[in-house]
T-cell receptor, first 112, second 117 residues
Framework: DAGVTQSPTHLIKTRGQQVTLRCSPKSGHDTVSWYQQALGQGPQFIFQYYEEEERQRGNFPDRFSGHQFPNYSSELNVNALLLGDSALYLC???????????FGPGTRLTVT | AQSVAQPEDQVNVAEGNPLTVKCTYSVSGNPYLFWYVQYPNRGLQFLLKYITGDNLVKGSYGFEAEFNKSQTSFHLKKPSALVSDSALYFCAVIFEHGSGNTGKLIFGQGTTLQVKP
């Protein structure tokens, strides 16, 4: 049983560009959350998707958007990249509204 | 506002000695508490959780944590540390309000555990 997978592993982008990160949840999990982990800090909640809808959102600008597909996989899109968007982006999946979240290995985004 | 604090940036312990990584929280309502571990260039791995019930929670790899409501703490412990336990540890809380589980994990800043041979 594969765990949470994320792609790509690493990514380098230039300021002002757009990026799409992808996440496949653990088998049987229908809820996907995204977190941003800046260097030396704890992860910060971006948003959560359930039944293809954004269920709740953290304190991130509208440049951060997402999508969930019928197979529960998810994308995180970031427009107009800033240097401060450089971080490890983590995806977590949960079977419904339970408490335990399973994290993927993350995508390391570097904005130059 | 709900928050989690990990007062120590780093904890150093000798292999074989007991270890404690501290965590305090501030929420209104019922706190659901978690510990995660992160190895270099890896995602977070779940260690244990407190939802309800016994205040002493046992988790993976021999770790345990004690929920103390009066002190609003949830310290991570292990009776005998291993060098392989060296990693970054995060305490987190899910805040539950009237509409149920929000699913939003709030993390502390993390504590680096260094176990020396």
């Amino acid at each position: 049983d594969a765990g949470v997978t994320q792609s790509p592993t690493h990514l380098i982008k230039t300021r002002g560009q757009q990026v799409t990160l992808r996440c496949s949840p653990k088998s049987g999990h229908d809820t996907v959350s995204w977190y941003q982990q800046a260097l030396g800090q704890g992860p910060q909640f971006i948003f959560q998707y359930y039944e293809e809808e954004e269920r709740q959102r953290g304190n991130f600008p509208d440049r951060f958007s997402g999508h969930q597909f019928p197979n529960y996989s998810s994308e995180l899109n970031v427009n107009a990249l800033l240097l401060g968007d450089s971080a490890l982006y983590l995806c977590a999946s949960t079977p419904g509204f339970t408490y335990e979240q399973y994290f993927g290995p993350g995508t390391r985004l570097t904005v130059t | 506002a709900q928050s989690v604090a990990q007062p120590e940036d780093q904890v150093n312990v000798a292999e074989g000695n007991p270890l404690t990584v501290k965590c305090t929280y501030s929420v209104s309502g019922n706190p659901y508490l978690f510990w995660y571990v992160q190895y270099p260039n890896r995602g977070l791995q779940f260690l244990l959780k407190y939802i309800t019930g016994d205040n002493l929670v046992k988790g993976s790899y021999g770790f345990e944590a004690e929920f103390n409501k009066s002190q609003t703490s949830f310290h991570l412990k292990k009776p005998s540390a291993l060098v392989s336990d060296s990693a970054l540890y995060f305490c987190a809380v899910i805040f539950e309000h009237g509409s149920g589980n929000t699913g939003k994990l709030i993390f502390g800043q993390g504590t680096t555990l260094q176990v020396k041979p």
